[in-house]
């Protein structure tokens, strides 16, 4: 290509550039008054979202820290964009109540949810095998045995440490 033909595709670009944000506000702005108002937050970039930071958080052991600094800044309820998927992000007691005890949500999980907690959890399966597995997470968590357990881990952690 010469000069003259890459000056006319970089003219292209910048009308393109310009004009399709226009046309794009221009075919919603009918639909934000319909819309219901969204809550604090941010999307971030398209599909990549708070994926990247939040999994370089992760990465080193701060997701904790993370998670805090979000709620700090956009509230216990606010929206995100998690592995491409808009998230709503919830936090707290309410929060949890209404999460766990809500037939509507319970039944269908977001895919980043599924994502990050699996899709065959105890609140997804429902009648004699939910039953099945609360029994056998509520004997797994009684005192006594958490005792062991943690009894347990206790042990084989030093003598690891001990090993070294």
Same mark, same amino acid.
């Given at each position: 290509?010469?000069a /003259?033909?890459w /000056?006319?595709l970089? =003219?292209v670009? !910048?009308?393109?550039a =310009?004009?399709?944000?226009v046309?794009?506000?221009?075919?919603?702005?009918g639909? $934000?008054? $319909?819309?219901?108002?969204?809550?604090?937050g941010?999307?971030g970039l398209?599909?990549?979202?708070?994926?990247?930071s939040?999994m370089? !958080?992760?990465?080193?052991n701060?997701?904790?820290?993370?998670?805090?600094?979000?709620v700090a /800044?956009y509230?216990?309820?606010s929206?995100m964009s998690?592995?491409g998927?808009r998230t709503a992000f919830?936090?707290?007691?309410?929060?949890? $109540?209404?999460?766990?005890?809500?037939?509507?949500?319970? /039944?269908?999980l977001?895919?980043s949810m599924a994502?990050?907690?699996?899709?065959?959890?105890i609140?997804e399966v429902?009648?004699?095998?939910?039953?099945?597995?609360? =029994?056998?997470?509520?004997?797994?968590?009684?005192p006594d045995a958490?005792?062991?357990?943690?009894?347990?881990?206790?042990?084989e952690?030093?003598r690891?440490?001990n090993a070294e």
């Amino acid at each position: 290509m010469d000069a /003259t033909a890459w /000056t006319m595709l970089a =003219a292209v670009v !910048a009308v393109l550039a =310009a004009v399709v944000p226009v046309l794009f506000s221009a075919v919603g702005a009918g639909d $934000k008054a $319909k819309r219901k108002p969204l809550p604090p937050g941010s999307f971030g970039l398209p599909i990549v979202g708070q994926t990247l930071s939040y999994m370089r !958080a992760l990465r080193i052991n701060t997701g904790e820290e993370w998670l805090r600094r979000w709620v700090a /800044t956009y509230g216990p309820v606010s929206r995100m964009s998690l592995f491409g998927r808009r998230t709503a992000f919830l936090v707290g007691p309410s929060a949890n $109540k209404f999460f766990f005890s809500n037939a509507a949500v319970a /039944t269908n999980l977001p895919q980043s949810m599924a994502r990050m907690v699996g899709r065959r959890t105890i609140r997804e399966v429902a009648g004699e095998e939910h039953h099945r597995i609360r =029994a056998i997470m509520v004997q797994f968590l009684r005192p006594d045995a958490v005792r062991r357990h943690v009894a347990s881990m206790d042990g084989e952690v030093r003598r690891h440490l001990n090993a070294e």
